[in-house]
């Protein structure tokens, strides 16, 4: 099998699109292409250029009941009105009642990969298709092979891409990946493997695509799962999403307000905020999260402080942090309710390092009494781990 990736650098919108054109058009036409949709800004703009290259193109978008939902509104209807010639893929009724009560987060990423592959798989062969498109990313590229993109070639090998992981072999990038799954397709096609976030964005805009999709926070593969703690169950699901919703959206506002829009770039370069979310658990404080020791995922426990606020003191202690994963600052601590919460928001260029976004506390306790006035919540905290020492999700 093949893997032919666009190898180009970004000038202008125009300039990219052209480029990316003649690449589909090189490789795609007459072919029959399957595109899965994830929701975000990197897929969307591999399935948009597909469509302005006019290549025959199958988009699915598979829903398995762990997305997020956005202002009451669930990711399948977004991507719906967006493109509406996508095919729902509805897994919910099998998918979760097999990851419920799973507590292993490598197994709960496992299950995703696997349920992702079988119903990828079955719609190539359904539909006969010929290639398989992914939103595959520059920052995606150089982590796995630990060379840059200018040192691959537009085409190659799968063999040739496995010897080249294995010479720059990286544990903690690599193990949670969606790791290359080889499906029956003549090749693998990647119109978007040289471009970063920023320029992603840019491109949406230029396509005319609403500012919603443009400031699209990035999501993980795993979903909610990845930002519950423990076992996923019916109960803290739909709490997660209703308090992910909250810090999300209240966040979002909170940007539009101060700067017109949902996301700036700050003055580090980094697309401010990159992530936001809540991360649920019925005991945080004696739980075991994920931070990173010499770039390795290592599990820890959390640390909680209450202190007078003060950012960059704070941040400079939760940076050097040692024997803990991270440094959780205490917001609301209430007696009832069933769940603490840990607000994350970050500001990153591409995931690999993100350092902690700086909200004023009084916002940050107006988010927490909303949490709070949800009878399912007993604590909040804000996460003052920048990334290293912390990692961005918990699981
Ligand atoms: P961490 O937690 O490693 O996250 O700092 C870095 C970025 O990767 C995303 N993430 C994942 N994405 N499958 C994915 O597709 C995964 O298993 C996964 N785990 C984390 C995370 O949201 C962040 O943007």
């Given at each position: 099998m093949l893997n032919h990736r666009l190898i180009t650098s970004f000038t202008t919108p125009e300039q990219f699109i052209n480029d990316a054109i003649r690449f589909l058009k090189k490789h795609a036409k007459d072919k029959k292409v399957f595109c899965a949709l994830s929701g975000g800004i990197d897929s969307s703009t591999a399935y948009l250029l597909l469509k302005k290259a006019n290549i025959d193109t199958i988009p699915i978008f598979i829903d398995h009941g762990l997305m997020r939902i956005i202002r009451s509104k669930e990711e399948r209807e977004y991507i719906k009105q967006l493109f509406p010639k996508v095919k729902i893929i509805d897994i919910r009724d099998k998918f979760l009642p097999k990851i419920?009560?799973?507590?292993?987060a490598e197994k709960k990423r496992m299950l995703f990969k696997n349920a992702y592959s079988k119903i990828i798989s079955k719609v190539i062969e359904d539909e006969d298709c010929d290639l398989l498109a992914d939103g595959t990313i520059l920052p995606d590229i150089e982590e796995s092979f630990?060379?840059?993109?200018?040192?691959?070639?537009?085409t190659m090998s799968l063999k040739e891409e496995q010897n080249l992981m294995e010479k720059h072999k990286d544990g903690f990038i690599k193990s949670q990946h969606n790791l290359a799954i080889a499906y029956d397709v003549e090749a693998t096609i990647q119109p978007?493997?040289?471009?970063t976030k920023d320029e992603i964005r840019e491109l949406l805009k230029d396509l005319d695509m609403p500012q919603e999709l443009v400031y699209r926070k990035a999501f993980p593969g795993p979903a909610l799962a990845a930002r519950i703690i423990g076992a996923v169950t019916e109960e803290n699901l739909s709490v997660e999403k209703k308090v992910h919703d909250i810090v999300e959206s209240s966040i979002e506002d909170y940007y539009i307000k101060k700067y017109?829009?949902?996301?700036i770039i700050n003055n580090l370069g980094?697309?401010?905020?990159f992530q936001v979310f809540a991360a649920i658990s019925k005991e945080i404080l004696n739980t075991k999260v994920t931070g990173m020791i010499e770039g390795k995922r290592s599990y820890e426990f959390p640390l909680a402080i209450k202190a007078k606020w003060d950012y960059d003191n704070l941040i400079t202690l939760a940076s050097t942090i040692?024997?803990?994963s991270r440094v959780l600052y205490e917001l609301e601590v209430s007696l009832n309710g069933k769940f603490d919460i840990a607000i994350r928001c970050i500001n990153s260029i591409d995931a690999r390092t993100a350092s902690v976004t700086k909200l004023p506390i009084s916002f940050l306790h107006e988010i927490a009494s909303k949490l709070l006035?949800?009878?399912?919540?007993?604590s909040v905290y804000y996460d003052i781990t920048p990334k290293p020492p912390g990692t961005i999700e918990y699981v």
């Open positions: 419920y009560g799973e507590e292993d630990g060379v840059e993109i200018n040192d691959l070639k537009e978007v493997a040289s471009l017109g829009e949902p996301m980094e697309q401010e905020p040692k024997c803990f006035a949800l009878e399912e919540i007993k």
